[in-house]
């Protein structure tokens, strides 16, 4: 019997469906591919064009992006530290459901605090730290991270943010008024090449050639 | 561009892979359908019944059970009526969200307050009524409410809660001094039979049935 909620009256129910058969019945591994970076790095593309390879190999993907949680789960959050950290926590613990449910789950977020990143790796008491890469709830969590220089993305400013924030319109954005920490141990980086972002082809390549070699593509 | 959450920098990001494209791969049509009734009633025991009816039929379902959801995605919460309100408010933005993915989302919570029911029937602002079900971003929302007497939940009693209740133990449990709002506009009711809960597969049946009169169980 729990405390949690400070109540005595919740219980844990097992399903006799789990997600090994969720997986089977899929032929893939549900985990969860954390997309990291500034805005305007190509979180966003990398997420669609991942879905699009995943999907013509018949695999199940859903994008959380974290502008879209916005207008639902996360409508009563707003910009500041705490917010911020909720709102991470948030997609953190719905991102774990899609992965127990069986999907290639593919948050797209700054989510530029690495204490909450962090958080998102710790989330399961019962997790199992492999390197850089987490078991939860049976499902890992892997990081991309979309390292673009700060200039590029302004140049690309592809929602015309930078301008606003360097305006002074937006304040506490990630980038200019707010930090974003690099990330110490993800598992898939991105980087520029001669000073553009890479095909979102190449990049969704590049992810999809992780997860076929971690196994994630069959059950 | 968007206002919400005090901010202007939030866009509603387009993925090309969508819900048909998903239906499409897993054949079958992403729908809620939300289990309501008192503690006791058998609402996780029809949930699970229904998950393994619909996988025998090679069907993708997840269950968001409420009690499980408390010890993640709305840990922070407790049981005052707002409480109760938010809870029942992200599990309805989760369980659109695992519709949208495709599944067939059976969210299994007490639920006991019409309004926040309603909330969650009404939580999109493009939802089309259609009498008494509703699309959810082209999701259906359908309710099952397990109706069964207190006496036969008290009698049932899995979980030892109502004598913890009873002995004022546990406060505001539903049922005993928190009301239950019963539903006006059920899609499914399930009933007892001779002063006992029908047998799972049986209550599962009837739901399996609903969802393939309305084409749920195909793309």
Redesign the interface.
């Known amino acids: 019997m729990?405390t949690?909620?400070?109540?005595?009256?919740?219980?844990?129910?097992e399903?006799?469906?789990g997600k090994l058969?969720?997986q089977k019945?899929?032929n893939q591994k549900g985990c969860v591919v954390w997309i990291t970076g500034l805005?305007g790095s190509g979180k966003?593309t990398l997420?669609?064009s991942l879905?699009?390879e995943l999907?013509a190999r018949?695999k199940?993907?859903?994008?959380?992006?974290g502008?879209?949680l916005?207008?639902?789960?996360?409508?009563d959050?707003?910009?500041k530290a705490e917010?911020r950290t909720e709102n991470i926590r948030?997609v953190g613990?719905?991102a774990?459901?899609?992965a127990?449910?069986?999907?290639i789950c593919i948050a797209?977020l700054i989510s530029p605090y690495r204490k909450d990143r962090d958080a998102c790796r710790a989330?399961l008491p019962d997790s199992n730290f492999i390197e850089a890469s987490l078991f939860l709830n049976g499902s890992h969590l892997d990081y991309v991270f979309m390292n673009m220089p700060l200039a590029l993305c302004e140049e690309r400013d592809p929602?015309g943010?930078y301008k606003?924030a360097r305006a002074g319109?937006?304040k506490g954005?990630t980038g200019i008024d707010d930090p974003y920490d690099l990330p110490l141990n993800c598992e898939i980086e991105i980087n520029q090449k001669d000073g553009v972002c890479p095909m979102p082809s190449a990049m969704a390549g590049e992810v999809v050639t992780y997860l076929e070699d971690k196994g994630y593509l069959q059950d």
């Open positions: 729990s949690i909620g400070n109540s005595m009256n919740i219980f844990w129910q399903s006799p469906i058969e969720r019945l899929l805005s966003s997420a669609c879905s699009n999907y018949g199940l993907s859903y994008i959380l992006d502008d879209n916005r207008h639902g789960l996360n409508k959050l707003g910009f917010d948030r613990e719905v774990k459901l899609f127990d449910a069986g999907l797209s989330m929602k943010l606003l319109k937006i954005f």
